[in-house]
């Protein structure tokens, strides 16, 4: 079995990165002694911050450039349909936060629990998996925006007259105040650049923390699987009462991985798995015409 100061380090990797992303955008479902109105209403200020910053003025944009399709297709492309989809996904999984402390709670306790190297292995393969899903794609989404914001706002402030790119600024936008001004040309661009990186940690990290709650949940069903599977060829070299202890101790873990497993499908949340159910319907279809 392995020591708890390794078991620590596994959580560490496995949730580090996705819990500091979401304590950022004020998501991270605290536990009730760690509860304060920061952490339970953070995400209501991250919000309204990129409604007022990016949202409505995107919006204002699409408006002032109707009916011309190439401005339209622009404005919704970058920015307006990204921000507004981590504006939906960020106010429904901050609603949902305190329901979703229970899957917290399961994968802190699956990885600090005793366990045997193999079923470490197998846990690590699938926690592997989900930071393959989230980390590039978090990134390729941070380059994304240094490409299309970050730099053309140095390539600007090297302009010898920055007011003649004022006009025509690197993503739609209407600005209410004059900023033909330093430094408030510089703090504005700042703070757009601030606002969409958190609307981009919104987008991305609540799809990995969805990753990584559904593979977490396929690795512990396929431990359980092993398990009973070594429980039943070990059946006959040990007494009654410890084969029918080991049969409770499976049953129950399994009772709250599937209460788990029904929570995901009844809360708002669901309609993020969705992907996941289209992908699994035609394999089990397939394999229901192969019987």
């Not at 079995?1 to 998501?27: C, E, F, P, Q, T």
């Not at 940690?201 to 969805?210: M, R, S």
């Not at 359980?224 to 070299?237: D, F, G, I, P, W």
Request: aromatic share 10%; with cysteine; proline share 4%.
């Amino acid at each position: 079995m392995l020591k708890k100061h390794i078991a620590s380090s596994d959580l560490k990797y496995v949730i580090n990165w996705i819990r500091i992303s979401l304590k950022v955008v004020g998501l991270w479902p605290n536990s009730v002694d760690e509860m304060n109105w920061l952490s339970q209403y953070g995400f209501l200020i991250v919000s309204f911050l990129i409604l007022v910053v990016i949202s409505t003025p995107q919006i204002i944009s699409l408006i002032m450039v109707w009916p011309d399709l190439n401005l339209m297709m622009k404005n919704l492309v970058l920015l307006n349909v990204p921000v507004t989809t981590s504006m939906i996904k960020c106010f429904i999984f901050g609603f949902s936060k305190q329901d979703v402390r229970p899957i917290v709670d399961l994968v802190v306790a699956a990885w600090m629990r005793p366990k045997s190297d193999q079923e470490r292995a197998l846990m690590m393969k699938y926690a592997t998996i989900a930071k393959i899903i989230y980390v590039p794609f978090s990134i390729a989404a941070y380059a994304s925006i240094l490409v299309n914001v970050a730099i053309p706002f140095v390539v600007y402030q090297r302009a010898e007259n920055i007011s003649d790119y004022i006009n025509e600024p690197f993503f739609q936008t209407v600005i209410i105040y004059n900023i033909q001004n330093s430094p408030i040309f510089e703090l504005t661009c700042i703070v757009v650049v601030i606002m969409i990186t958190l609307a981009c940690t919104a987008y991305t990290v609540i799809d990995g923390f969805l990753a990584m709650s559904v593979l977490h949940l396929c690795c512990q069903f396929t431990n359980l699987r092993n398990e009973l599977k070594s429980v039943m060829t070990e059946a006959t070299m040990n007494d009654g009462n410890q084969f029918l202890e080991k049969i409770g101790l499976i049953v129950k873990r399994h009772n709250e991985l599937i209460g788990l497993v029904k929570f995901l499908l009844i809360n708002p949340l669901h309609s993020t798995f969705a992907h996941f159910r289209c992908i699994l319907l035609p394999e089990r279809g397939q394999s229901s015409s192969k019987g």
